[in-house]
């Protein structure tokens, strides 16, 4: 077999065969989301038809399938540990909904809230959801539906509402070790996760910054209309009647902020944090029993209120829960390395890589193509995983940091897939919001924003991690520090490249 391999004749794939297996998936996934009568929708059996596609695709440039199967593989086992990860979410969201700490979030928050700081103050709260659970998924789904109710009852643009909440939310997964999203782009960019984590602050927290800004102007120039506070008093009242409400239960989100500071591996912190839910549980709710405990865990919570707000905030979670997400991750990922193997992306980006001399054209590059990723392939698993090979060994020809490139693969292969009603994120978020993202998109000022901050701070020449642990800050001031971890051939080159660059001018020394 191996002798067959090596004589069979492999050639890149033409532009039109290069783009069918895009079309194909585009192609269905406009069908499911426009023409099916809301018979199905998923991006599931478009992803399935297109790997088929993408394979005869390779089979047809010369690839055997062996060879096209081992490329879905190796991509597969690149984002395992995410997908690890992405098995226990569900156990986390359930353990915390269950031991009363994400309704303790919901109860305290509302306390809170006036017309006025409504929309900064929700923003925040959406993100510590989104950090503790590590999903936006999940924080849309719990305190974004909270957030839509009483941005109602306090008069404000359901629109705005909705951007504010994505926007919050996002951060959140951003800055999540238990996110998934978070897991791959560090995977993918085979460096660590919070050195990926750290990176992302660089370009995050700005623009998080500057939104928080954005919704207070928005806030008091818009708020104190018809206010209705009956919506917050009701939806406490649903929370403290079925659970035991204390300020404490909000202690186990320290455990997911300490297991970020003491840079635990994402696993473990999830069984910590999993562990400090169920204790929590026992101790605070009366739950004694191990067979229910195992029960919600695996099948996830379901609170029943009079309150409607209040059933379908807490009605979730579950190891269950998560296996949409473990099996649309697997045909994503698979999808891509089928891409990757065939030469499609190679085909239609690999062109660009000659002409990429500068960081500032590498960032957009890069961003460009998570983007063309997102919007055509239908998922952000891809906007993430597809650009990663094709540029890697540009960033480190550039000598700089695998924590840069893993950042500039979120900046918009997370942040900007949401904005497309017919992506996974995209469509998940217009059926949990009640709009389309067209609609809220607008608002959404981090996530739209992100990317052009970090785009722009490139190309100034600013806002860069080397390889060699040293970073450009805004300021345009170069500071030592720990190199990310990349593989070691890798990284060696990295910073020879850094050196050759350094002396020709072309990158920044380090300031004494």
């Known amino acids: 077999m191996a002798s067959n391999e090596k004589t069979r004749n492999v050639r890149l794939p033409n532009i039109v065969e290069a783009l069918l297996p895009i079309v194909v998936m585009m192609g269905l996934m406009i069908y499911g989301l426009n023409f099916t009568n809301e018979l199905y929708y ?15 695709v390779g089979c047809f440039c010369g690839h055997s399938f062996s060879d096209m199967l081992a490329g879905m593989i190796d991509r597969l086992n690149a984002t395992m540990e995410a997908i690890l990860i992405l098995c226990t979410v569900g156990l986390l969201v359930a353990s915390f909904i269950m031991s009363g700490t994400i309704p303790a979030l919901i109860y305290y928050g509302l306390n809170l809230l006036t017309p006025q700081l409504f929309l900064p103050i929700g923003c925040v709260l959406c993100a510590i959801v989104g950090l503790a659970c590590g999903s936006s998924w999940t924080a849309t789904a719990t305190m974004g539906i909270a957030m839509l109710g009483i941005g109602a009852g306090l008069g404000i643009n359901p629109a705005i509402t909705a951007g504010m909440v994505i926007s919050g939310a996002y951060v959140g997964d951003k800055f999540s070790p238990l996110s998934d999203t978070t897991n791959l782009a560090a995977a993918v960019s085979e460096t660590g996760l919070f050195d990926h984590v750290t990176a992302m602050v660089s370009s995050t927290a700005p623009t998080f910054v500057i939104a928080i800004v954005l919704y207070a102007i928005i806030g008091f120039v818009t708020g104190g209309g018809n206010y209705d506070p009956t919506v917050a008093t009701e939806l406490q009242a649903a929370l403290k009647e079925g659970f035991n409400m204390s300020p404490v239960l909000l202690l186990p989100i320290l455990v997911v902020i300490g297991a970020c500071i003491m840079r635990l591996p994402g696993l473990v912190g999830i069984a910590l944090s999993v562990g400090t839910g169920v204790l929590f549980t026992i101790v605070f709710q009366g739950v004694e029993s191990l067979a229910e405990i195992f029960s919600i865990l695996h099948y996830g919570f379901e609170f029943e209120s009079s309150n409607e707000l209040a059933s379908s905030l807490l009605t979730r979670g579950g190891m269950d829960h998560t296996m949409w997400t473990i099996n649309l991750i697997l045909l994503a990922v698979a999808y891509g390395g089928a891409l990757e193997r065939c030469g499609c992306t190679e085909t239609l980006f690999g062109g660009l890589k000659k002409h990429l001399n500068s960081v500032g054209s590498l960032v957009f590059a890069t961003m460009a193509t998570s983007l063309f990723c997102d919007a ?40 900007w897939a949401v904005m497309f009603p017919w992506t996974g994120c995209g469509a998940y978020q217009q059926t949990t919001l009640g709009m389309s993202p067209f609609v809220y998109f607008p608002f959404a000022f981090v996530n739209l924003l992100n ?55 072309k990158a920044p020394k380090v300031n004494a």
Not at 42 to 56: G, T
């Open 42 to 56: 998923d991006a599931h059996m478009p992803l399935a038809v297109s790997i088929v596609v993408a394979c005869a």
């Open 376 to 415: 055509t392939m239908c998922d952000q698993f891809l906007g993430i995983g597809v650009p990663a090979p094709l540029y890697v060994e540009k960033y480190d020809e550039l000598g700089l940091g695998r924590n840069m490139m893993s950042r500039t693969l979120e900046d918009c292969g997370t942040l």
């Open 451 to 505: 990317p052009i901050y970090a785009a722009i701070t490139a190309f100034l020449g600013r806002n860069i991690f080397w390889a060699d642990g040293s970073y450009t800050n805004i300021f345009g001031k170069t500071k030592a520090g720990k190199p990310a971890a990349a593989p070691a051939e890798a990284h060696e080159k990295a910073l020879k490249a850094l050196e050759a660059r350094r002396a020709a001018g």
